[in-house]
């Protein structure tokens, strides 16, 4: 299972919340680095050291950009309040509201380098709220959504601003 974005927790990116993918043979550790930018002048910065588990030592710059793998325990729930737009006349083609939602995925099988992988935990519920407006054409449904992210994680990639043509499958 995957969450976040339209018909999951908006405010999130599509798809990413959840367990994240670890390299399984490496552990972390930061060394001081010394780089030069174009005029030659010292950039201080710290660079992360991978240590294999054959004794290699690999250095990259790391950012927090794990990928999603889904999980096999799956919670969500939205609550909508609805209002009608006081502006326009004919209220059959548009729908207003303010809404509150609220999931994550989790996984039974979390190994220990997998990161942000929770066995079922209420506590790492994610939460958003927002305002969302589906207006109904002649090509389908067009749906906006300006969302607050109330509790990101560490590695939770949020999407306040989303937009969708039409109904997903």
């Given at each position: ?7 999951s927790v908006r405010g999130y990116e599509s798809n990413t ?10 552990y972390a550790a930061q060394r001081p680095v010394v780089e ?120 939770d990639q949020e999407e306040v601003f989303q937009f969708t ?5």
């Amino acid at each position: 299972f995957f969450a976040g974005g339209f018909g999951s927790v908006r405010g999130y990116e599509s798809n990413t919340l959840g367990p994240r993918s670890t390299p399984a043979d490496i552990y972390a550790a930061q060394r001081p680095v010394v780089e030069f930018d174009a005029d030659g002048n010292p950039v201080f910065g710290t660079q992360y050291a991978y240590y294999r588990t054959d004794g290699e030592l690999v250095y990259f710059q790391a950012d927090n950009e794990v990928d999603p793998f889904g999980g096999d325990i799956l919670v969500e729930g939205s609550a909508e309040l609805l209002f009608p737009l006081p502006f326009i006349k004919d209220q059959s083609q548009i729908r207003t509201g303010f809404f509150l939602d609220v999931g994550n995925v989790f996984d039974t099988d979390c190994g220990s380098t997998q990161a942000a992988c929770y066995d079922l935990d209420f506590g790492e519920m994610r939460y958003s709220v927002g305002v969302g407006l589906t207006w109904v054409t002649g090509f389908g449904p067009m749906s906006f959504s300006l969302a607050k992210p109330l509790n990101s994680g560490e590695y939770d990639q949020e999407e306040v601003f989303q937009f969708t043509l039409g109904r997903g499958f």
